[in-house]
């Protein structure tokens, strides 16, 4: 590929990014990075560096990478299954139409991936870098091509400041699958945020973040503009990780503030609420540089649905209780993943997760209550830079008078990287 084809290409991608900025913030999926027998392979941004340049020859101090995959998804989904790309069991019909009990095929490509990533040398020991990748999953609606942001952060002497996954999210514990979304309970968006991260001795590390994103509750009224809804603080992330050459271990704690409007009063007011996580990724069966492994993670807390992934954007961090006073709602989630190693290109995981909320001060008999997701598939990279996968995927989902929807999926997935 010559410099001046290399040149055409990213100039064409700054393009694209220009016109993702101008669209609306939406939360897509985790993303499986190049090699799927490798840890680490999941939802971190796209950072396979394949075919790179600098711009300036003489001192090569300042380089940049054009990265990203080719991707395709196909799927049965065998009756009440409503999105394509996704795959939310909370979003599951309890009560389904003729229509949405019958089975539905797709196929997609719009989880295709671009991304630049570059690295600014002051010194051997001193680098600045900067990370930008979008996709084509803006919306929902399987002819929507419109370019999507999903990373844009620069990183400087532990400080990353931008937008990417939050600090609620362990990416070495997401296990390895097709599915766009993945587990229900997985915690953690993309948000716009100031972190810092340290690493102690090799063995421990920890972050600090401040993040911030749309407010995600239920008002007194629903009929009520709730524009006027926003944050006083941003929302405080710390962990501490244990880390090994047998994975990791990490606690995380969050602290956040919300506003919003109760009962028929025009005053903002504001409610403080928190929680916390385990997660973590523990290898073993090592043999002929294969291994097998165990991921998890569980999570609790009040008024952070917007971090839990069936239950972000439902309106979950709080709602109005009985009495008309707006509440944070207590929430839970929990998942575990075990992935078996064939050989060095093939993997198989099973999947179990389950989010939950406390709706017993609520009067609407038809609010989320609970939800489950099973996963199994196999994962299978034939030669360099591509990567097959088949998935079976169950979801059920249930409400306050215990009545339930359940649905299910057969897809696949092809991925040529760039």
Request: proline residues 4%; negative net charge; charged residues 20%.
């Amino acid at each position: 590929m010559s410099i001046k084809f290399k040149v055409l290409i990213v100039f064409c991608f700054s393009m694209l990014v220009s016109s993702a900025y101008a669209q609306n913030y939406k939360d897509t999926a985790a993303i499986k990075q190049h090699n799927i027998t490798k840890d680490n392979q999941d939802p971190i941004p796209v950072r396979e560096k394949r075919n790179s340049y600098s711009d300036n020859k003489k001192s090569k101090k300042i380089s940049l990478d054009f990265i990203g995959y080719i991707k395709l998804i196909g799927g049965l989904d065998l009756g009440n299954i409503q999105n394509t790309s996704e795959f939310y069991p909370s979003k599951i019909p309890i009560y389904p139409t003729l229509r949405e009990e019958k089975p539905r095929s797709f196929l997609d490509a719009r989880q295709t991936r671009l991304a630049v990533d570059g690295v600014y040398e002051i010194s051997s020991s001193d680098k600045v870098h900067i990370y930008v990748e979008m996709d084509f999953f803006n919306t929902e609606a399987a002819t929507s091509f419109v370019p999507h942001l999903r990373h844009a952060y620069g990183e400087y002497k532990g400080f990353l400041i931008g937008q990417t996954w939050s600090t609620m999210k362990n990416t070495s514990a997401f296990p390895v699958q097709v599915d766009f979304e993945g587990p229900n309970s997985i915690a953690g968006p993309r948000n716009p945020m100031i972190r810092y991260t340290q690493s102690i001795n090799n063995k421990y590390s920890f972050a600090v973040a401040l993040e911030t994103h749309n407010e995600d509750y239920t008002p007194y009224d629903v009929n009520t503009d709730d524009s006027m809804a926003f944050q006083y603080v941003p929302d405080l992330i710390v962990y501490i990780q244990k880390n090994g050459n047998w994975g990791n271990l990490r606690l995380t704690g969050i602290l956040k503030n919300m506003s919003y409007t109760n009962a028929s009063s025009d005053a903002i007011k504001s409610k403080t609420s928190g929680g916390a996580e385990i997660s973590g990724i523990v290898k073993f069966l090592d043999r002929n540089e294969i291994n097998d492994d165990v991921r998890f993670g569980y999570t609790y807390g009040f008024g952070i649905a917007h971090y839990i992934n069936d239950l972000r954007g439902q309106g979950l961090d709080a709602a109005p209780d009985n009495n008309g006073d707006m509440q944070p709602i207590p929430v839970m989630g929990g998942f575990i993943a075990y992935k078996h190693a064939w050989s060095k290109t093939s993997t198989t995981s099973a999947v179990f997760s389950f989010t939950s909320i406390d709706n017993s001060d609520y009067v609407d008999d038809d609010m989320y209550d609970f939800s489950t997701y099973g996963a199994v598939n196999y994962m299978w990279s034939p030669v360099d830079r591509l990567d097959y996968g088949v998935e079976l995927i169950y979801g059920k989902n249930q409400n306050k008078l215990n009545d339930n929807g359940v649905g299910y999926r057969a897809q696949f997935m092809a991925i040529y990287h760039l």
